[in-house]
């Protein structure tokens, strides 16, 4: 269930996610799903203050990868010691990981008309054969980003609890009642019926899909062993002299990836899109589709160490 203090409540910085902890925390949403958002702060002073924050980040992730390779590179050196006295390793210290879907609400409801935001993104999706003579049909497919929803979810809650209160300043015989209702939406506790149907419609006004896009012309994906663009690209045709990449290739090579993952960082990707970000060669929402596959048919597994390939 959702907390919050009176003291943070009556902090303006924390409720516009100025605070240090909240803008980390956007930073951080950002660079986890930045291929699928297009994000772009207008307000120097905004941007600037995300940067620092940006800077922050990267530096304290840096310092904790450094400390956990000096953990991993100590218990390698005792393994032989170990093996004799049955001694138990180092522990690694945890890494760097900031989920925190509220801060970011509180600053992109605070913010509103200062930045530029469109969530996921559209994929043109080829056709499947299901059977001898079913085909699905090719079309645009857009593809959400991974937990918007629950920011989604408390920007419509944020929207409504600064309504309330405005509502509470101009009617002060109500403030009272007001200011319960208005918690009562922050925490979904004991919202009345008419104030869920406020939600529902506040909700809907954040989705903040782009245009779906025409349909685009036909290209071909990178041939294996070269890069593609970090950009959208429409549906695969061959061309003369290149290859197209099949998805039987493109499962190879994200399989190979994760594998090389583990040897590179001694854990799995922590996230589909983490993933999906380490694999070259074909356009983003295609490689995320195909984890989606290779996931739901067992050949990726999630661990507490992050998706690496059920061997």
């Known amino acids: 269930m959702y907390t919050v203090t009176a003291t943070q409540l009556d902090n303006p910085v924390w409720l516009a996610g100025e605070d240090p902890d909240a803008l980390t925390a956007v930073v951080a949403w950002h660079r986890t799903g930045f291929r699928n958002t297009a994000f772009t702060v207008t307000d120097e002073a905004l941007s600037n203050a995300l940067r620092a924050a940006g800077r922050q980040l990267t530096a304290a992730t840096e310092q904790r990868d450094c400390e956990i390779a000096a953990v991993q590179a100590a218990n390698r050196a005792s393994r032989l010691t170990r093996a004799i006295t049955e001694a138990p390793p180092e522990p690694e ?11 970011v609400a509180r600053w992109l409801v605070a913010h509103v008309g200062r930045y530029q935001l469109t969530v996921g993104r559209w994929w043109w999706y080829e056709g499947t054969k299901d059977g001898e003579d079913a085909v699905s ?5 857009y593809a959400e980003l991974d937990g918007w929803a629950n920011v989604q979810d408390r920007c419509a809650r944020w929207v409504v609890y600064r309504r309330l209160l405005d509502h509470a300043a101009a009617h002060p015989a109500d403030a009272g009642r007001t200011r319960t209702l208005a918690l009562a939406v922050l925490t979904g506790v004991n919202v009345p019926g008419l104030l869920q149907d406020e939600l529902e419609d506040g909700w809907r006004n954040w989705y903040l899909k782009p245009p779906e896009p025409a349909r685009p012309e036909a290209a071909t994906d990178e041939d294996e062993g070269e890069e593609a ?31 090389t993952f583990w040897k590179e960082h001694q854990r799995g990707p922590q996230t ?10 074909a356009r983003a929402e295609r490689i995320l589709a195909r984890i989606k596959v290779l996931h739901a048919e067992g050949v990726l597994v999630y661990t507490e160490k992050g998706y690496r390939v059920d061997e």
């Open 137 to 141: 049909p090719e079309r645009m497919v």
């Open 93 to 103: 210290p945890p890494r760097i990981t900031i989920d925190d879907p509220d801060a």
């Open 229 to 259: 663009p970090d950009v959208a690209e429409p549906r695969t045709e061959a061309t003369p002299g290149r290859r197209p990449l099949t998805d039987a290739k493109l499962d190879e090579r994200i399989e190979r990836r994760c594998r």
């Open 272 to 281: 589909q899109e983490e993933l999906s970000n380490s694999v070259r060669g």
